[in-house]
C-alpha cells in the first residue's frame, strides 16, 4: 500500500471532475496523466491497473492514480458501475510517497491539531492530506457526500475552474484523510475484533430487520452487554450504527443520477420498515427532509459509456 502526503499549507488545485455510469462492460482507457486522480465508487466494481498492478474497486472504495503513471482498465465490469473522479494538482513542492512500512518508520500522526509538534518527524492528520492509492469510505461516509457536493458545485459553474472548486476539492480531501485515517488500524488505533465484526456485518446487512437483540442472538451476547460493549468502545449505541448505514444508504441513492428512485422505494432498500418512519429518521438525522437533500445538490457531469 503506498500513500502519498502533503501539507495543506498548500491546497490542490481542482482540475474538473465528474460521475462515470456505466450500464455494462465499461473498460477503462489507458492513459497516462501529468495530473492525479482521485476516485471514489458508488455502485459495483470498477476493474482497474496502474503499473502493471491490478486493483478491484468496490463500492464505497477509493483508488489514487498517480501521475505520470499509466493506468487502464484490465477487465470489463460486469452490470451496473458508477464513480465519481476529479482530476487535481498537488501543489506541495515537498510531499512525499510512502510505503506502509516507511510511513511507520518515519514517525506517527497526531489526530490532536493543538498537540505540539516536537520534532519533524511527527506529522499532524489536521494538517496533511493523506492519501492511499486504495482506501474505503468509513461507515458515515461524509466524503461521499462532499465529492457530491463538489460535482454539484462543478456543474453549475459551467465546468470552470473556480475558487469554489478549489475550495469545495480541498475540503473532500481533508475529510477524507480524517475519515480514512480514523478507520486504519496502522498506528495502533484498533477496536476489539468483536466490535469490528459485528459493525461489518451491519455494514453488509443493513437493508435486513435487524435488531440489538437479532445481533446479541447472532454473536452470542446478552442484548445489554451488547449495548454496553459498543458503547464503551466507539461512543454509540448499535442501535446507531443501524440506523446510521441505512440512512447513508438512503443519501447515496437520493443523489443517484436520474431515473430519481421514490422515496417509497429508497425506505424498503434501505432496511426501513415503511416510508413514514424513514421520513422521521431522516428529517432527525439530517435536519431536512429526503426531498429537500435530493434537490440541495443534484447537478452532476456525467460520463456515460
Known sequence: MLYCVSSEEYPVKYIS???LISEDGFLHARRNLDSWVFIVVCKGTLHIAQNKQTFDIHENETLLLFPNHTHYGYKKSEGYLSYYWVHFFLTDPGYTIYSQRSLLRHGKFLYDSSAPLHTPSIMSVSDHFILPEQGRLSHERRTLLLFSQLLDMS??????????????????LAEFTVEF??????????????VKAIIEWIRVHYKEQLTVASLAERFNYHPTYLTALFKRHTGHTVSY?????????????????PPKI???????MCGFKDEKYFLRIFKRTEGMTPGQYRNAFNEKKLNRQ
Open 17 to 19: 471532475s465528474g460521475n
Open 155 to 172: 456543474k453549475r459553474d459551467n465546468y470552470k475552474q473556480t475558487w469554489r472548486c478549489h475550495y469545495a476539492l480541498n475540503l473532500m
Open 241 to 257: 450504527y443501524i440506523t446510521l448505514y441505512r440512512i447513508n444508504a438512503a443519501k447515496n441513492l437520493l443523489t443517484a443520477p
Open 181 to 194: 485515517m480514523s478507520e486504519q488500524d496502522i498506528f495502533g488505533n484498533k477496536l476489539p475484533g468483536n
Open 262 to 268: 421514490t422515496t417509497k422505494s429508497i425506505a424498503y
